[in-house]
């Protein structure tokens, strides 16, 4: 989009930059850095300090433990986010003297969340890593102004959701150009869906997952049906406790093998945890059986039903899988190839729940993308926004309902 430049805040730091500052906002900035920077396997208290200059006891000493210097990152990061929203709503409040294009309304959206993500990244990692009610408030009204702005002020909840997933999806960097792109298809697709009900053909995604595939190298695993067995049962774990569950004793105990086995087979932290992300994103993306989800026909009031009681009832563990699976890979070198492979994977499961919904169409890859992006969007809202559930269940249907047919 090139009307009007959009505002950013530089929230980069270097190390001439922290001189002079108190060791209280060293470690902040510290902590922001490693969020956005340092690999998972490389994330620490000691790195944490070093990046900072400062001594281990300064965690205790100015904030009394890590989950205290977490909120207080979080709180500053959360400011300086709401600067942002102020200035983009205040940029681009010149939209609101005339019509808009679908072509255009998409092009601001992209340009807002790429700007969140590359521009921002720490304070979108920030989130990432610590989320709350206030974060989610603070996105909620972002986007609901910014969606009146553009005239998808009737849409402004869908548009809230879609952009929390799909933020969430974009800090997965692979190939810049083509990332860009991807995203744009992307809410290019949603918004032709919701002004004109139209299924855009895929043009980008299919070149992007071609290219991804070609790039990526599976982890060298031993090929016995024990090392099958024990990298599944990583990527369970992973699923299920996150990063901090995928340990080789963890694994060795769940797995039923003796920890040697376990340190044999994958030799180092991160070459389990390669293989437990591998292995989740085979179940999750390649391990669908379309035809047999195909066989269950559901009408789309029925198929909503199913997703609401699902979401709602805490009972989507591919969401918290998915987002297990980006945290642990945003950075770090080793896993740049699987970012790729994870931005335009096929999604069985999402284009079936999605066909059901719009009464039989087979939607294009794409707005199958916005659409489990959609449903991420009220599950992290499900988890961090204090409303009731009856209110949650309303939020979702209004923010689902376009998807109706």
Same mark, same amino acid.
């Given at each position: 989009m090139n009307a009007g430049r959009v505002i950013v805040i530089d929230t980069s730091h270097d190390d001439q930059e922290t001189v002079g500052k108190s060791t209280k906002s060293r470690?902040?900035?510290?902590?922001?850095?490693?969020?956005?920077?340092?690999?998972?396997?490389?994330?620490?208290?000691?790195?944490?300090?070093?990046?900072? @200059?400062?001594?281990?006891?300064?965690?205790? *000493?100015?904030? @009394?433990?890590?989950? %205290?210097l977490y909120v207080s990152t979080s709180e500053v990061a959360l400011a300086a986010a709401q600067d942002w929203m102020a200035q983009q709503i205040t940029t681009l409040a010149a939209l609101a003297e005339e019509?808009?294009?679908?072509?255009?309304?998409?092009?601001?959206?992209?340009?807002?969340?790429?700007?969140?993500?590359q521009?921002?990244?720490?304070?979108?990692?920030?989130?990432?890593h610590a989320p709350n009610a206030a974060w989610q408030a603070a996105w909620d009204g972002f986007w609901h102004r910014l969606a009146a702005l553009i005239g998808l002020g009737e849409a402004a909840g869908t548009l809230a959701a879609f952009a929390?997933?799909?933020?969430?999806?974009?800090?997965?960097?692979?190939?810049?150009?083509?990332?860009?792109?991807l995203l744009e298809e992307t809410v290019a697709a949603l918004i032709i869906w919701l002004r004109e009900g139209r299924l855009a053909p895929d043009r980008v995604r299919p070149v992007h997952s071609a290219l991804a595939r070609r790039c *990526?190298?599976?982890?060298? &695993?031993?090929?016995?049906?024990?090392?099958?067995?024990?990298?599944?049962?990583?990527?369970?774990?992973?699923?299920?406790?996150? *990063?901090?569950?995928?340990?080789?004793?963890? &694994?060795?105990a769940a797995a039923g093998v003796t920890l040697g086995k376990v340190i044999h087979v994958f030799g180092t932290k991160s070459g389990l945890l390669h293989a437990a992300l591998h292995s989740l994103y085979q179940r999750e993306a390649l391990g669908g059986d379309q035809a047999a989800l195909l066989a269950q026909?559901?009408?789309?009031?029925?198929?909503?039903? %199913?997703?609401?009681?699902?979401?709602?009832?805490?009972?989507?563990?591919?969401? %918290?899988?998915?987002d297990?699976?980006?945290c642990a890979i945003y950075n770090g070198p080793e896993y740049a190839a699987l970012r790729g492979l994870i931005r335009s994977m096929d999604d069985p499961s999402g284009t079936w729940a999605l066909q059901q919904m719009l009464g039989g169409l087979v939607p294009p890859a794409a707005l199958v993308a916005a659409f489990s992006a959609i449903i991420?969007?009220?599950?992290?809202?499900v988890t961090y926004e204090g409303s009731s559930k009856d209110e949650f269940r309303s939020y979702a249907i209004m923010a689902l309902q376009p998807f109706m047919l």
């Open positions: 470690l902040i900035d510290a902590l922001l850095a490693v969020w956005a920077e340092a690999p998972a396997d490389e994330t620490s208290v000691r790195a944490l300090v070093q990046r900072a @200059g400062a001594a281990q006891s300064a965690i205790h *000493y100015h904030f @009394g433990d890590m989950e %205290h019509p808009l294009p679908a072509a255009l309304q998409a092009s601001v959206i992209a340009t807002v969340i790429a700007d969140w993500t521009g921002q990244r720490r304070l979108a990692m920030a989130w990432r929390a997933g799909e933020t969430a999806r974009h800090l997965l960097v692979w190939n810049p150009a083509l990332d860009r792109a *990526y190298d599976a982890p060298a &695993v031993p090929d016995s049906a024990l090392a099958a067995r024990m990298a599944a049962t990583a990527g369970l774990l992973l699923a299920e406790q996150g *990063y901090a569950g995928v340990t080789f004793r963890a &694994v060795a026909s559901f009408p789309p009031d029925v198929m909503l039903g %199913h997703l609401l009681d699902a979401i709602l009832g805490g009972q989507q563990p591919v969401l %918290h899988a998915y297990e699976i980006e991420r969007g009220i599950g992290r809202r």
